[in-house]
T-cell receptor, first 114, second 113 residues
């Protein structure tokens, strides 16, 4: 079956622009996570959705970052007024329930802010 | 708060040699521990996980890891390296009730003939 997909695979933008990154989780997975992986680092947690609601957004670095999941499936990570420091690979993962089940990761979106 | 330390950002072994990738964790509660592998331009793939029960955990591709509470370690091993094992490996611990993963900085494994 289909895994987690993310679009676009690469995004190049200019400083100050707005970007949206999309995640399609595995069908039926209620839990969805966003992580950010900077060069040479491990992924860092950004936000977690259970269904449509953001249950934990403690990892969002500032108010320029926002994420939605309006129908409990596809999620969009939105970054306003991008900065060069936002350049990273943004990873999405989904899992079937919250009880320590495996998170399945997408291939990521590589964001480059010039 | 939970944290993960991976000793050695780069490890190089010969094909057929033992692979040992080190991971130490810090956790105030019984930890759930994971090893993920990341091949170039691909997403993270779960190698193995420890939740409860047997402390020696076997995963895919011949890898295994042993949870040692007294040493707060979860080192990853494979008896005989293969060229296809070259990748980046991440150790992770679950943090909090929402199962968010806290990752180490990763270890890049190189396998040479």
């Amino acid at each position: 079956g289909a895994g987690v997909s993310q679009t676009p695979s690469n995004k190049v933008t200019e400083k100050g622009k707005y970007v949206e990154l999309r995640c399609d989780p595995i069908s039926g997975h209620t839990a969805l996570y966003w992580y950010r992986q900077s060069l040479g680092q491990g992924p860092e947690f950004l936000i977690y959705f259970q269904g449509t609601g953001a249950a934990d957004d403690s990892g969002l670095p500032n108010d320029r970052f926002f994420a939605v999941r309006p129908e409990g499936s596809v999620s969009t990570l939105k970054i306003q007024r991008t900065e060069r420091g936002d350049s990273a690979v943004y990873l999405c993962a989904s899992s079937s329930q919250t009880a320590n089940n495996e998170q399945f990761f997408g291939p990521g979106t590589r964001l480059t802010v010039l | 708060a939970q944290s993960v330390t991976q000793l050695g950002s780069h490890v190089s072994v010969s094909e057929g040699a033992l692979v040992l990738l080190r991971c130490n964790y810090s956790s105030s509660v019984p930890p759930y521990l994971f090893w993920y592998v990341q091949y170039p331009n691909q997403g993270l793939q779960l190698l193995l996980k420890y939740t409860t029960g047997a402390t020696l955990v076997k995963g895919i591709n011949g890898f295994e890891a042993e949870f040692k509470k007294s040493e707060t370690s979860f080192h990853l091993t494979k008896p005989s390296a293969h060229m296809s094992d070259a990748a980046e490996y991440f150790c992770a611990v679950i943090s909090g009730g929402y199962n968010k993963l806290i990752f180490g900085a990763g270890t890049r494994l190189a396998v040479h003939p």
